[in-house]
């Protein structure tokens, strides 16, 4: 076994793990920093891959900006972990079979003659950036779709100010009118509370 | 140079480039540390100054050995976890916050041969790493389970991310302009065009034809270090001390350690995309790496003298700030720069 494929399982292992972590873990927090630890791994594999371009972005997205705000939403939610493992064995049988689906369709994919790329086609010739090989094929053979992208994450965006946007602010006045006839008991409650003992 | 490679290659065989790389990472790693303490000890110095007071005077010959002494208290003293805390992550948490701050240093060159990794993505790689840096600071807030560590976190994730945008756009700019992402072709970029020619190449550096982008990351930049007036999230005439209030002892030193090893980095990585890294500004005189550290210092000082000058920003001016000033400002002088590049005007042939 070479250098390169010790390094690969030992990377494929804390991905494996974390993962599994990431549907295990008690803790929502734990959780979403189990799904960081897998992220970054995932990073280790694609840079392993020499799609070093690929690794750093996943990092620069997920672990940079994603999982920072994932983890900050969850920070403050309080999840009732009892509730959620409610049911469990009900949902099983559907959720093993959605899952089932899952891995027969990557199967066909990986395995598909499509995917499967000679390895020496694979390998970039030295001296060309990885960087600027993927911007021209982007821009080149996948303009398309990959404006269409674009367009989409652009249309998520307007959605998303469109959603929580709630109108100009209206400014703030008092009216003298009202407030200098304002009596004491239409502002004041006096209440009564028993005396508190230890 | 080859006599050292030949004597490494003897001795150690075939595990010489490991221990090599190794040396160097020490050879970093090392005069950092040194730095950072040696950074406090002018902060507090020049700060003094500023606010005509004298600053530490006491240990050793002008308090020159401050720092020294600081690190010593710190390593001493307990570190004491609170009893409700997240214990495995409230341990964790400094180590985050210091790893990428040295980790970054791993592409930064210091000259063009001078550098630990001179790989094709370098820019890349530091805005992945440094982006990094927040997670020790969230993760600290929350694993000490109190409330003031806690609003402190959350300010400084909200800061951090909205900072981040900006300042990337700046980056984009730059290596829109330079056509690399590679750090040390970035420089050489900036030794060639009409000045440089005259023998005025300070002329010619980055930080004039992109003037407002090298305004926005410096004070990006200032907000992503967490540093005055942008310390909310430390902010400790309202919230104590932020994030680390529950830290003592070397925790508390690492964060520390993080948030000035990260200015370094900072005000290096200035120096380097905007400023021209090693070179010389005159034709006369040569470049070299004394020239990266005369940069280096200058904008270290800019950020002490920021500190003494300014009061804090408050949290809605900050956001707005980032978001309604920085982020049209970007995205309008990407345009001005991509149309600039296109037009026949343009100077980075």
Known sequence: MDFQTAVFFFLSAILIFASLRVITARNPVHAALHLILAFFTCGGIWALLQAEFLAIAIILVYVGAVMVLFLFVVMMLDINIDRIRQGFWNYLPLGALLGLLMVLEMGLVLGSKYFQIPAAEALVPAGISNTKSIGALMFTDYVYPFELASLILLVGMIAAIVLTHRGPKKSKYTNPNQQVFVKAKDRVRVLQMPVEKD | ?349
Not at chain 2, 92 to 107: E, F, H, N
Request: glycine share 8%; charged share 10%; proline share 5%.
């Open chain 2, 1 to 349: 140079m080859d006599a050292l490679m030949n004597f490494g290659l003897g001795i150690f065989g075939g595990a010489w480039p490991a221990v090599w790389t190794l040396l160097k990472i020490v050879l970093i790693v090392a005069p950092l540390m040194l730095g950072v303490a040696y950074l406090t000890y002018f902060e507090r110095k020049v700060i003094g100054f500023m606010q005509v007071r004298i600053g530490p005077n006491r240990v050793g010959p002008w308090g020159l050995i401050q720092p020294i002494a600081d690190g010593l208290k710190l390593l001493l003293k307990e570190i004491i976890v609170p009893t409700t805390a997240n214990k495995g992550i409230f341990i964790i948490a400094p180590m985050l916050a210091i790893a990428p701050a040295l980790a970054a240093w791993a592409v930064v060159p210091f000259t063009d041969s001078l550098v630990v990794a001179n790989i094709d993505a370098s820019l890349l790689y530091i805005m992945a790493i440094t982006s990094m840096g927040v997670y020790g600071i969230i993760l600290s807030g929350w694993a000490s389970n109190s409330k003031y560590a806690f609003l402190g976190a959350m300010r400084s994730a909200a800061q951090m991310v909205s900072y981040e945008i900006s300042m990337g756009f700046s980056l984009i700019c730059v290596l829109m302009v330079s056509n690399s992402l590679n750090l040390v072709d970035i420089v050489n970029v900036q030794d060639q065009g009409r000045f440089a020619g005259w023998g005025l190449s300070f002329l010619s550096w980055n930080w004039l034809p992109l003037f407002p982008m090298f305004i926005v990351y410096l004070i990006s930049g200032t907000a992503e270090l967490n540093r005055a007036p942008f310390d909310v999230a430390e902010g400790e005439s309202e919230i104590v001390a932020g994030f680390h209030v529950e830290y003592s002892g070397m925790a508390f030193a690492l964060f520390f350690l993080a948030e000035y090893a990260n200015m370094i980095l900072v005000s290096a990585l200035t120096s380097i995309l905007f400023m021209g890294g090693w070179l010389s500004p005159v034709g006369f005189l040569p470049d070299g790496i004394l020239w990266l550290f005369i940069k280096m210092s200058a904008i270290l000082f800019l950020f002490l003298w920021f500190r003494a000058t300014f009061p804090r920003y408050r949290y809605d001016q900050l956001m707005r700030l980032g978001w309604k000033v920085f982020l049209p400002i970007c995205l309008i002088w990407l345009v001005v720069v991509g149309v600039w590049m296109m037009s026949p005007l343009n100077i980075w042939k």
